[in-house]
T-cell receptor
Framework: ETGVTQTPRHLVMGMTNKKSLKCEQHLGHNAMYWYKQSAKKPLELMFVYSLEERVENNSVPSRFSPECPNSSHLFLHLHTLQPEDSALYLC???????????FGDGTRLSIL | QKEVEQDPGPLSVPEGAIVSLNCTYSNSAFQYFMWYRQYSRKGPELLMYTYSSGNKEDGRFTAQVDKSSKYISLFIRDSQPSDSATYLCAMSSSGGGNQFYFGTGTSLTVIP
């Protein structure tokens, strides 16, 4: 398997549920990212990890909690989400934070 | 004022046409410029990555940067139906992931 893989591809959850999104990269990259993509809006950078250390947290609500156990895996833990959190969540990786990013196909999240 | 402005379209052209996609920006510190292509239900795919001003060509694609006008373009020659997608521009000042700014994307349809 190559590239950046995200699971699940689709997720429907209630506002009181807890779920996790998973991202795995097979490119040997050292930096990983979470983005939120909503209709007619630019990609919003949520979190950046470089060499497993969080280097950026763009004022994301605490109901989103990232975890990077190693340079190949990234998780986004979700709890008590709001309807406005429904969006496509994209994971990306790059050789380092100075290089262009390669994206996964995203998880389409719907909050009921 | 938004950091990056991109006309969302939609843009519809006949097969074989030359397509011009554009973004303007406000931050004169931007030096790294990227174009991504995003098919429906897929993540963004890096097409072109350029530094500073000038042109870069890759097959049917040409990326152009005019820093004096704060204007970047992507030209697609001999457009094909397979080019139908949303095209996103992105830019940063240091090339760093935590400072990437994305446009909203332009939706392109190439009609056979």
């Amino acid at each position: 398997e190559t590239g950046v893989t995200q699971t699940p591809r689709h997720l429907v959850m209630g506002m009181t549920n807890k779920k996790s999104l998973k991202c795995e990269q097979h490119l040997g990259h050292n930096a990983m990212y979470w983005y939120k993509q909503s209709a007619k809006k630019p990609l919003e950078l949520m979190f950046v990890y470089s060499l497993e250390e969080r280097v950026e947290n763009n004022s994301v609500p605490s109901r989103f909690s990232p975890e990077c156990p190693n340079s190949s895996h990234l998780f986004l833990h979700l709890h008590t989400l709001q309807p406005e959190d429904s969006a496509l969540y994209l994971c990306a990786s790059s050789q380092d934070t100075a290089m262009a990013q390669h994206f996964g196909d995203g998880t389409r999240l719907s909050i009921l | 004022q938004k950091e990056v402005e991109q006309d969302p379209g939609p843009l519809s052209v006949p097969e074989g046409a030359i397509v011009s996609l554009n973004c303007t920006y406000s931050n004169s510190a931007f030096q790294y410029f990227m174009w991504y292509r995003q098919y429906s239900r897929k993540g963004p795919e890096l097409l072109m990555y350029t530094y500073s001003s000038g042109n870069k060509e890759d097959g049917r694609f040409t990326a152009q940067v005019d820093k004096s006008s704060k204007y970047i373009s992507l030209f697609i020659r001999d457009s094909q139906p397979s080019d139908s997608a949303t095209y996103l521009c992105a830019m940063s000042s240091s090339g760093g992931g935590n400072q990437f700014y994305f446009g909203t994307g332009t939706s392109l349809t190439v009609i056979p």
